[in-house]
Structure formats: structure tokens, C-alpha cells
């Protein structure tokens, strides 16, 4: 199977900073996803990025496929920023694999 | 309004009981997944399907069934089968293999 390991494991910032999440994964894969998932459990797909930049906001992602990862940052975190941070990679066809997470809490 | 819906949001069972959780979306999309989360897990793949009628096993089928007769539905059965069904657990759907959309979960606990 695929390895999906995200970085790092929780961050805790003051409202306003600015933070990278990062994505590997083992091999190659078709597809890659970012999701955010509130406190409440439900999970929100922000980019779906399998390779270049995109931005939306105060959030971009840059998808690097030669070499195996994505990055997600954040600028100007707000409070409602705080949840936890998913990447998602479809390999082996329909599948898809997901990280363990980056634990994001914004404290004012 | 289009989404996908979950319910129950919260469930409970005794051992030795089969539950089914449902998961419906108006989205019109052909793909539809059910996934478990564990506490401080990410999500790991039980059942999925692309197309009505038709499913495949995920990396955790066991335990589990599921059936795909409407687009728009796809139940979750839980059986007693399953050793350690406690966990909060995720429906999604997409277009295709595209951007995957997800309901709000039900919370599984067995007493």
C-alpha cells in the first residue's frame, strides 16, 4: 500500500500567525485532497490540488507529484481555523488513503 | 438544499447486534464511500461504489456490509462480525474519482 504522513502532528498558534501543514506520501498517486474537519466532526474538502498551486483566501496549496508531496498553508490564522487537517492521496485506482492529520488549534 | 445526510447522528448497540447506519445524498453523483474514523486517526476506507448495483471492499471490509440499490442511497450495515465497531464513522460522494464530499457522520458506540 501507499504511506501518507503528514507534519507536524499538532500546532498550536496565536491568531494571526502564519503556519505550513505538510504531505507525504510513498509513491505515486492520481489525486490528492485537503480537508479540514471541525470539532464536530465534519470534514470539509478545501483543495483538491494533484499537482501545481491554487489559493483560495487565506489558504493555497502547492502539490509538488515528482517528489511526493503537498504543502498547505495558512496565513492570518483565525480561531475558526482550529480543527484538524487531512490530505487524502487516490492510489491503486478509486481508492483514497488519508494521513493521520495535523491538529491545528488558533488561540486569540 | 444538495448534501449528503447521515443518520442516526449518534448510536448505540449491545454486542451481538447488527445496526445499519444511512446515507443519502441528492448530489447526483455516482460514487459513494463509507469510511471509520478511530480517535486521533485519519480515515481509513471500509466499502465503496461507483455505480448503482455495484460495490467493492475497501482496506476494512470485515465485519461490514453495504448495498448500493438507489443513486441516491448507500447503507451500512455493522455486524456482529465487526470485534470493535465503537468508532465515528463517515459517508462521502463524488463525481467520478473527483473532489469527495462529506456528511456529518454517526458516532457508534457499543455497550
Known amino acids: 500500500g501507499i504511506q501518507v504522513e503528514q507534519s507536524p502532528p499538532d500546532l498550536i498558534l496565536q491568531e494571526g500567525a502564519n503556519s505550513t501543514l505538510r504531505c507525504n506520501f510513498s509513491d505515486s498517486v492520481n489525486n490528492l485532497q485537503w480537508f479540514h474537519q471541525n470539532p464536530w466532526g465534519q470534514l470539509i474538502n478545501l483543495f483538491y490540488?494533484?499537482?501545481g498551486t491554487k489559493q483560495n483566501g487565506r489558504l493555497s496549496a502547492t502539490t509538488v507529484a515528482t517528489e511526493r508531496y503537498s504543502l498547505l498553508y495558512i496565513s492570518s490564522s483565525q480561531t475558526t481555523d482550529s480543527g484538524v487537517y487531512f490530505c487524502?492521496?487516490?492510489?491503486?485506482?478509486?481508492?483514497?488513503?488519508f494521513g493521520t492529520g495535523t491538529s491545528l488549534t488558533v488561540i486569540p | 438544499d444538495g448534501g449528503i445526510t447521515q443518520s442516526p447522528k449518534y448510536l448505540f448497540r449491545k454486542e451481538g447486534q447488527n445496526v445499519t447506519l444511512s446515507c443519502e445524498q441528492n448530489?447526483?453523483?455516482?460514487?459513494m464511500y463509507w469510511y471509520r474514523q478511530d480517535p486521533g486517526q485519519g480515515l481509513r476506507l471500509i466499502y465503496y461504489?461507483?455505480?448503482?448495483?455495484?460495490?467493492q471492499k475497501g482496506d476494512i471490509a470485515e465485519g461490514y456490509s453495504v448495498s448500493r440499490e438507489k443513486k441516491e442511497s448507500f447503507p451500512l450495515t455493522v455486524t456482529s462480525a465487526q470485534k470493535n465497531p465503537t468508532a465515528f464513522y463517515l459517508c462521502?460522494?463524488?463525481?467520478?474519482?473527483?473532489?469527495?464530499?462529506f456528511g456529518p457522520g454517526t458516532r457508534l458506540t457499543v455497550l
Open positions: 490540488i494533484p499537482s
Open positions: 462521502a460522494s463524488s463525481i467520478g474519482i473527483d473532489t469527495q464530499y
Open positions: 448530489l447526483n453523483h455516482d460514487a
Open positions: 461504489s461507483q455505480i448503482v448495483n455495484d460495490f
Open positions: 487524502a492521496v487516490e492510489y491503486g485506482g478509486n481508492q483514497f488513503y
